[in-house]
């Protein structure tokens, strides 16, 4: 009885509660199984690990030397990062991955590839010259508990200087831009050349390009005519290089703390940053749908891989001639390709760079290639057929569930959406924790400058309105992100106006950062003007 009874026992199914899990599961069950038996992984991208699956969406920013990468992620940030180091010349000379962590400090490269929670075992082939090279910079911040950012060293020009890295370059950035959610693509306004190094570092993100955002960055240092002759240029170059008739996406600004240098195109910089800023917030949305759509690519690469392998094992003889055979099947390896494509109805966008895996071949032996195997395929044809989209109704619930989340969050992605720096309800803001202590007011000593600049200003009953604010503030130049920050620091009553001491206290905030420093996260004690201290006491 016992026999039948288990005979008759089925298998509970597995319960799917996310999307991430569906995608882990099909991968372990489905596709890694496949990987291995056809030794994918020697010649594509090595498999994929939990961490891979379970990690923040990541920002990889590219471009040539000096043209404001590191200056751009503390811009975002708003912090400065453990390590870095800003400057004309080439000062960022390693991969950092900037990521969120309770205590501000730098962890080494052979170190990090051995953190199971991090998804960059993987980089461990790289070697020693390249994990010297590499690091996390981890720091406590609000924009890095949504997202990770990756900066990496900035590009040269000439041979010499290509070679002396030690390590693959393109190579890894093609392993970062198979794994990240977005790719920042960096040109300063007088630096538009394309190196040999920057056009082969351009080719390894072929194949991502729907991650690819460009950004013309120091936008301020020229005027309206030659901007539109640089955006010109820049777009022609583009072209040559990517080899396609689409046209890029290209945000223009300027993305630093600074003044700009030539404000005539504010409005225009403000509108581009607004529409960047945007789309990197939604990334934490868009995160399973991003892990979907990589790993159905992944599954259609690994298809085709199959199919090239076990066609090469097929056509090489049993005993004699095998050197011989090899190299005339690597020589025809453009023909095969389309055999199989005609063959199997596979497009050919899913095939891999032939030239590569050319090369590639060389150094394998055929006669130890696999056949092709029915039951991996027909699970792999099931995988992209079926249990792909059984996952979409679990994505949708996902998607609408994430549409009330307000995605990134801190850093330059609440300066400009403060106060008059914004349309809408701008103020609509939760009062701060009052000061228990008295303490003298550090604005006090500058406040008649001040007050002879507010009442020019035509102040009605004793107010500025936010429109008469703005037009002062912005002729200081600073950026809409860090005037909304001083905005949101100095209206202390939220009344969506200031009186004298508020202005005051804006003033001073703006010198403050005109002489190079940072703002403060929340407002201190010494800088609550004193009868908004008195008024918040009363309200305690």
Wanted: glycine residues 8%; aromatic residues 8%; negative net charge.
């Amino acid at each position: 009885m016992s026999r039948w009874g288990r005979k008759n026992v089925k298998k509970a199914p597995e319960v799917i509660r996310t999307v991430t899990e569906g995608l882990k599961s099909l991968y372990c069950k489905t596709l890694l199984p496949l990987e291995q038996y056809y030794g994918f992984h020697d010649f594509h991208s090595p498999s994929l690990e939990d961490a891979d699956f379970d990690n923040k969406p990541m920002v990889l920013v590219v471009g040539q030397y000096s043209t404001g990468k590191t200056t751009f992620i503390k811009y975002l940030l708003e912090q400065d990062i453990p390590g870095s180091r800003v400057g004309p010349e080439p000062t960022t000379d390693c991969f950092t991955a900037i990521m969120h962590g309770d205590v501000e400090g730098v962890i080494p490269g052979n170190a990090l590839i051995v953190d199971p929670n991090k998804p960059f075992r993987k980089l461990n082939p790289f070697g020693n010259t390249f994990l010297n090279r590499f690091q996390c910079a981890q720091m406590p911040n609000q924009v890095l508990e949504s997202i990770s950012i990756i900066d990496t060293p900035g590009i040269l020009s000439g041979a010499k200087q290509r070679v002396s890295r030690g390590y693959d370059f393109p190579a890894v950035l093609r392993w970062f831009a198979e794994r990240v959610d977005r790719i920042i693509l960096l040109f300063d306004a007088h630096k538009l050349e394309i190196s040999d190094e920057f056009s082969e570092a351009i080719g390894a993100l072929k194949g991502n390009e729907d991650k690819l955002r460009v950004v013309l960055n120091k936008a301020d240092m020229v005027s309206t005519q030659q901007l539109m002759r640089v955006y010109g240029a820049l777009m022609w170059s583009l072209g040559k290089v990517f080899g396609t008739p689409e046209v890029l996406r290209v945000y223009i600004g300027s993305f630093w703390s600074e003044p700009l240098l030539v404000p005539d195109n504010r409005r225009l910089f403000e509108l581009e940053e607004e529409d960047l800023f945007a789309d990197i917030q939604n990334l934490p949305r868009n995160a399973a749908l991003r892990k979907l759509n990589d790993l159905v690519k992944r599954a259609r690469l690994v298809r085709v891989h199959a199919h090239i392998i076990s066609y090469l094992k097929q056509e090489m003889p049993s005993v004699f001639r095998k050197d011989n055979k090899k190299k005339n099947l690597i020589y025809q390896l453009p023909v095969i390709f389309t055999k199989i494509q005609l063959q199997h109805n596979i497009s050919a966008g899913d095939f891999p760079d032939c030239a590569k895996m050319q090369e590639q071949l060389m150094a394998h032996d055929f006669s130890k290639f696999k056949t092709l195997k029915p039951n991996l395929m027909a699970a792999l044809d099931d995988l992209l057929s079926s249990d792909i989209a059984k996952l979409m109704p679990l994505l949708r619930q996902e998607e609408l569930e994430a549409g009330d989340q307000p995605g990134v969050q801190g850093g330059a992605f609440l300066g400009g959406r403060v106060g008059p720096f914004t349309e809408g309800d701008p103020f609509a803001e939760e009062n701060g924790e009052g000061c228990e202590e008295e303490e003298d007011w550090v604005v006090t000593k500058d406040k008649p400058k001040y007050d002879e600049i507010f009442y020019n200003l035509a102040p009605n009953e004793g107010k500025l309105s936010g429109t008469k604010a703005k037009d002062w503030m912005v002729s200081t130049r600073l950026p809409n992100s860090v005037l909304g920050r001083i905005w949101k620091l100095s209206d202390v009553d939220r009344d969506g106006m200031l009186d004298d001491e508020e202005f005051a206290l804006a003033s001073h905030l703006i010198e403050v950062k005109l002489d190079g420093h940072g703002l403060p996260p929340e407002l201190p004690s010494r800088l609550i003007p004193p009868s908004k201290r008195r008024q918040k006491g009363s309200d305690a």
